[in-house]
């Protein structure tokens, strides 16, 4: 299995040319297959061209001014009230590794949003190239398992005749399971095209079984066995509870009159579960609008989404560890302090996996069209006033060109979130940001670094200096 890619030219497979005959039928192998047998250099452009979507926007803006655009349906996920995935059938009932982590004592993954992009495969591979760069390591269990998308996989409407340039080609390298939260972009229908909303995320991230589809464009990884566009996912030493915000630019909405309150039930019984199994490892959010963010208005808070989490989480007595999303296109780190007992969340934003970053907050003195200055952290944004919980930007990355994603590190007793930049390269391992949460007390707290030989060494070297 490769663990970094090769810069050695080989051909990549052509994905088929656009046509209007029949899309080939998914050809079903029933077993996963995640990279390439063999590593392959990063292409220079995209295979199928990206024309400009600005028509297609300026009647979406006409739309949104007129008050008529609304979230839209999905189909019902398989698997009733709690859909439920775990990472042994992901793994297709490799039982083997799924011991190996438990005996580990830690699972490590990766996380990042708005991956996809239009304008052509440089920045999307920068980020891809480096998270390959973190299967080779020295110690088994610090390679990541699986990695989850935050959203917006595919630009602008989640066409399948851009996932191949997208998606499959960026992480054809990519040795291990992709998972995925569907974004607005992945949801979303191009006016006058007449495609179900989240078709192509259904088909490649939401198969029956493992399947190669006509999307994959001659690449071998099989599409993945989500539910549907929520899901429980089990794994070991944590919890993540995967919902859909569904299709506007903001906010995100999970449950309303049009697309109904089947997320809510889902999260009752999910958050229901936790409490009745009693179980300790470290639970998460994963969606693709954030709750909070210190982006102003665009890019900015979903209010009433949050507000209907929140009620789940108090009904049942069950908070998570971390929220991690997407869609404000940069880096940032929040910590929620809850006024009720004291205990934090670090609700964490990476949504600059590949599409365009973007500053913080407008830079632009309006007054004097001059740039304004940079955004202070840490800073409070929202005070512990009433029944507010306190809200604190802790650390950001927002600079124009900058790109990265998260890895998360978990064991029994600690949930660790580091923020990794692609521009550091493939030979650097030191997070630009992290922070840890103590899964017994829910307040951060200090990492408990892993033993990795150094202290053998240093004894041995001391050892040799007392020699002589």
């Known amino acids: 299995m490769p663990t970094k890619r090769s810069r050695e030219k080989k051909p990549l497979p052509k994905p088929p040319a656009p046509t209007t005959q029949p899309v080939p039928a998914p050809r079903s192998i029933g077993h996963p297959v995640f990279a390439q047998p063999q590593p392959t250099a990063d292409p220079t452009t995209f295979r199928v061209n990206h024309p400009s979507d600005g028509p297609a926007y300026k009647k979406i803006d006409q739309l949104n001014k007129e008050h008529l655009i609304f979230p839209l349906p999905f189909p019902t996920p398989r698997g009733g009230v709690e859909p439920r995935l775990t990472l042994e059938q992901v793994f297709g009932g490799n039982t083997g590794a799924i011991k190996k982590i438990i005996s580990n004592g830690q699972i490590v993954f990766h996380a990042g949003g708005d991956c996809g992009s239009t304008r052509g495969p ?35 409407f989640g066409e399948a005749q851009y996932y191949y340039d997208q998606f499959y080609e960026p992480y054809r390298d990519y040795p291990a399971p ?3 939260v569907a974004g607005n972009h992945d949801g979303m229908v191009a006016p006058d095209v007449h495609t179900a909303s989240l078709a192509a995320f259904l088909r490649n991230f939401c198969a029956d079984t493992f399947m190669v589809t006509p999307d994959a464009g001659g690449l071998s990884r099989t599409a993945q066995i989500q539910p549907g566009v929520f899901f429980t996912f089990d794994v070991p030493f944590v919890r993540i509870l995967a919902i859909y915000s569904n299709t506007l630019e903001d906010p995100g909405v999970i449950a309303d009159k049009n697309i109904g309150d ?3 039930t889902y999260l009752d019984a999910a958050l229901k579960r936790v409490k009745t199994e ?16 210190a982006s102003g208005a665009r890019h ?58 973007q500053p913080l907050t407008p830079q632009t003195n309006p007054s004097s069209n001059t740039p304004g200055p940079a955004v202070r952290a840490p800073q409070v944004i929202q005070k512990a006033q009433g029944n507010n919980d306190q809200i604190t930007l802790e650390n950001y990355d ?18 660790r979130i580091e923020y990794h930049p692609a521009g550091d390269g493939t030979g650097v391992k030191t997070p630009d940001d992290a922070v840890t949460v103590d899964l017994a007390t829910r307040k951060l707290t200090h990492f408990n670094a892993n033993d990795h030989g150094w202290p053998a060494q240093a004894r041995a070297v001391q050892a040799l200096r007392a020699k002589g």
């Open 178 to 180: 992709v998972l995925a």
């Open 262 to 264: 089947a997320q809510l």
């Open 122 to 156: 440089k920045t999307q591979n920068e980020v891809t190239d480096k998270m390959v760069s973190d299967f080779n390591e020295a110690v088994a269990k610090e390679i990541p398992q699986f990695c989850l998308l935050l959203g917006d996989i595919v630009y602008s």
């Open 398 to 415: 927002a600079a124009p060109g900058h790109f990265g994603y998260l890895r998360v590190v978990v064991n029994a007793a600690q949930l």
């Open 300 to 357: 900015g808070w979903s209010v009433d989404m949050l507000s209907q989490i929140d009620a789940a989480c108090t009904k049942a007595g069950v908070w998570p560890h971390a929220f991690l999303s997407g869609h404000a296109h940069n880096y940032q780190r929040l910590t929620r302090t809850r006024t009720a007992d004291g205990t934090q969340i670090p609700y964490i934003v990476c949504g600059n996996s590949g599409h365009n970053a």
């Open 278 to 293: 009693g179980f300790t490892g470290a639970l998460i959010i994963a969606d693709h609008h954030p709750p909070y963010t």
